[in-house]
């Protein structure tokens, strides 16, 4: 599975951002599929994950209530809306897909190549 992520760029603090992953090479059914990122100087940490069957979210507490995942299966892509930005959203988002339900980063086998995101205040 090759991942491509894309939709990062620039927006002030209360703004919003979609992040897209589209999948080629294989479909997405059945990957647990994430957004990981990363911040400068920080390890690279969970942001939010969707199950493939029945679309069971789950998301780091810090992005609980303004960030929600979602996945078009007929397009084989999974999104990020992302909302109320902060500064501390600032980093490289990554997309993975895992044949685990984790959150762990060394469980997914896949991964994009990010896409940057910063926020300013």
């Known amino acids: 599975v090759q991942l491509q992520a894309s939709g990062g760029g620039l927006a002030q603090a209360g703004g919003s951002l979609r992040l897209s992953c589209a999948a080629s090479?294989?479909?997405?059914?059945?990957?647990?599929m994430s957004w990981f990122r990363q911040a400068p100087g920080k390890e690279r940490e969970f942001v939010a994950g969707?199950?493939?069957?029945?679309?069971?979210?789950t998301y780091a507490d810090s992005v609980k209530g303004r960030f929600t995942i979602s996945r078009d299966k007929a397009k084989n892509t999974v999104y990020l809306q992302t909302n109320s930005l902060k500064p501390e959203d600032t980093g490289v988002y990554y997309c993975?897909?895992?044949?685990?339900?984790?959150?762990?980063?060394?469980?997914?086998?896949?991964w994009g190549q990010g896409t940057q995101v910063t926020v300013s205040s």
């Open positions: 090479g294989r479909t997405l059914s059945g990957y647990f």
């Open positions: 993975a897909a895992s044949d685990l339900i984790t959150t762990v980063p060394g469980n997914y086998r896949y």
């Open positions: 969707i199950s493939s069957n029945i679309g069971l979210t």
